[in-house]
């Protein structure tokens, strides 16, 4: 068997529909646009939510909440999770080999009395302590 024996499954294929080719075509006239009006002109279309002239559901429904484009660091709490603290040079490559952390997380800030001892081990800028 070749390439050149292949061939679609039956019926899974059709031939595409040809309007505008006069009326003993079937589809000729109006080609399938039914009468006169706004949507039978070309070019017509409407706005994605647009419901007839109804107030669509998006303007209907009262407005709520806010979403911050800021990214929120995660927290580290280097008292509580030793093995971050004994790191000899903490980047975020190093934090996710001792701590499991997901792939989600840019940015990390330790936290806790000892962290800012910490500051002179920290090489990555996505990475912070508390105070200065």
Do not use: W
């Amino acid at each position: 068997m070749g390439i050149e024996n292949l061939t679609p499954a039956e019926g899974s294929t059709s031939n595409r529909k040809r309007v505008g080719r006069g009326c003993g075509s079937g589809m000729g006239k109006t080609s399938t646009r039914g009468g006169k009006g706004q949507t039978a002109r070309s070019g017509s279309s409407r706005k994605r939510n647009f419901e007839g002239g109804q107030t669509p559901l998006a303007r209907r429904l009262p407005k709520i909440g806010f979403t911050s484009r800021v990214v929120k660091p995660y927290v580290i709490n280097v008292d509580k999770i030793k093995v971050v603290a004994e790191l000899s040079e903490i980047t975020m490559d190093s934090i996710r080999g001792v701590h499991k952390i997901a792939a989600s997380v840019t940015k990390v800030k330790l936290v806790g009395a000892s962290a800012k001892e910490l500051a002179s081990k920290i090489k990555d800028d996505n990475v912070t302590t508390t105070g200065k």
